[in-house]
């Protein structure tokens, strides 16, 4: 599925004097973040606030959002970027991040099946191996719970690796090593070893790949202690998030979709990362926040555009951290819009709107107008066929349903 | 030499001979074939040709299981196969070993530790056997029967004592409890409550040892990482993975099997299509060794020959150390089980009592000596006793700390500071 649009929030921010001329009333920046700011001579980090406007006027022109799986893109944005930047699709970001983080740093290595010589069974770790070598690009054999395990105790004595998983679902075989060591052996040392391993791969629904190829593993690793876990929907986020997952001294889940590899976007030539703690603001509105991740994000911005030719403003905000939620940006959409819809792929029952839903009522109740709506997937195995598979995740439609519902 | 044969010919010879003495220690269980019974099918098998071994002791030199060793042996009948020095230190090793797990008993039932311990008594020649022979570098990942080898790799007595007894001066600072122990500074890798869990863990801490002599160009890199677990483990699917993946890119790793025979309350000869583990090694193309657990220095000549193979970047090696635990799997089992001819036999094969009188018949140490170690052993242990008694217990400002090792991954609050930042975080209260 090839689809074009154009990134949010590539050039935003990265200059103060650029976010000081918004209407801050509108965009509650952070002023106290010290960790998420780093500036460098090497590298700036891109705030995530992805500055959308509906009113052109008195705002500094940004690229819309004119379709969420768009199909023609947008004639070239007036970029506050110095520099052109670069179109590349998904899979090839996450495949820049890592390339580039292997550069940076000779610990970083790559795990996984067929990761090395054929090039990823998603293409991710195309060319890695010829340029790395076999031993830091490693095919191993079918066993995930021990690769894993050997990528966790390499963790704990030097290495950075990246584990790959063929598909997330196949991730359940390695839970054991997942939840009892890459979680726990920090805590469990007295904080002697750390783990910096990144375990990502694709997971969620495809085109009629059948129940056990279609699984959303991040509801099960969510109550893990120790890790953290974000979700990729963008080129943009992507390669930032992969970066920041690399760098990053904890153990991080990072779950990409079968579906977005072949987005296509232009994301920044300079070095960047995306904070791992933080959401992404895709679409600011007044009347209703809608919370989202990953490929639901494409669903939802589809919806949103029948629900602005209905006069609806939603606020779209993309979790990104799916443990641990990033309660400011959430809280604050809360407290200006008072109603929230959940637009999540995983299942019904203990996923992670399901979390969601008790963060938030559990902190911004007084805000809320209405009860909280979650929209998820049905719990039923992921059948094949098309038609059956197409009802068993949301819709667009029933997105503007929820939300003409929820905002009456 | 081509492994598989180097393998047939090691595991085929589970026993050196004693050529003069036909009614040797070893001879029952020995058999040129390479169908050797060794364990037999039942467990009575190995009783009754037991019950011959008892009253057949070596007589002088203790003889070991590798090549080297007969090869040794043939040159001279004489040679003895440790100094003085080595001879003290291995003693003092295993006393270390008997005497803290024989306090930790006493300990438990007097309420200072508590949940699942497993001793390690009568175990103690496989870990002295082998860590002893390795430098502070190498690695070394346990189970949950831990503690000696966290001591024979030089984890301080007190600081396991601590851990044991939940205090902040443990190695773990008390979060990891008797089958968690963990030290960076001594690079022992854990302590792990699920059995196979360890062993993927050892695999990539070897592979960190190939990865910095081929990747990273630190040509002298030659560090070495044992994995130890039980017979039950060996019918997990994490050890065959392991064995195949180490094999299959030569990695520095031994992997000792600690088969007592039983898993809990499971027989070892009704669990395993195949009693023999050794031979599972050669299957995966490493080469598999059995060697007496119950005297520590058939295990150091065999240790020595994996962890040099290993050192030179031959590749894994499998061995299978026939032993037994004098005690219970841990303190809540009531150990019914087992037959009690079967714990005499082993009893009678208390390795601390067969390098004893191998130290004193050949001359290396005096009863003095040994009982001077004895003694500076049971202070050694009081001592650690004492520690952890003082220590304080830890403090609820710890309970959030380890979780991360970057705590920004608590995440961002409401009001829009990290968590970590939270004042209440480092008293240990806050909400995450």
New interface residues.
Partial sequence: MAAIFQGVGAAAALSSSLSNSFDSKKFVS????P?SVRKGASFAVVRSDGRVNLNPKGRRAQQLISNAVATKSDSAAASSSSKPGHELLLFEALQEGLEEEMERD??V?VMGEDVGHYGGSYKVTKGLAKKF?D??VLD??I?E???????????????RPVVEGMNMGFLLLAF??IS??CGM????????????IVIRGPGGVGRQLGAEHSQRLESYFQSI??I?MVACSTPYNAKGLMKAAIR???PVILFEHVLLYNLKERIPDEDYICN???AEMVRPGEHVTILTYSRMRYHVMQAAKTLVNKGYDPEVIDIR?L???????I?NSVKKTHRVLIVEECMRTGGIGASLIAAITE??NDYLDAPIMCLSSQDVPTPYAGTLEEVTVVQPAQIVTAVEQLCQ | MNSASCAAKISTQPFSLNPTSPTSHDRPLVSPKPTSLFLGSTRKLRLSSSSKLNLHRRSGTVVAVSDVVKQKKSKSTHSLLITKEEGLELYEDMILGRAFEDMCAQMYYRGKMFGFVHLYNGQEAVSTGFIKLLKQQDSVVSTYRDHVHALSKGVPARAVMSELFGKTTGCCRGQGGSMHMFSREHNLLGGFAFIGEGIPVATGAAFTSKYKREVLKEADCDHVTLAFFGDGTCNNGQFFECLNMAALWKLPIVFVVENNLWAIGMSHLRATSDPQIYKKGPAFGMPGIHVDGMDVLKVREVAKDAIGRARRGEGPTLVECETYRFRGHSLADPDELRDPAEKAHYAARDPITALKKYLIENSLASEADLKAIDKKIDEVVEDAVEFADESPVPSQSQLLENVFADPKGFGIGPDGRYRCEDPKFTEGTAHV
């Avoid at chain 1, 052996?185 to 910096?196: E, M, N, V």
């Avoid at chain 1, 443990?323 to 940006?329: E, G, I, N, Q, R």
């Fill in positions: 952070s002023p106290c973040r960790f000779i610990r290595c070598g031993l830091r191993t054999p066993a719970n021990s690769f894993t395990g050997m990528g966790i105790g390499a963790a704990m004595t030097g290495l054991n090593q009892n060591n052996l920090h805590y469990t040392s007295g904080g002697q070893f750390t783990i910096p202690p120790g953290q990053s001294e904890n791992l703690e933080e951290s443990k641990p939620f990033d309660l400011y940006t809280g902190n911004f």
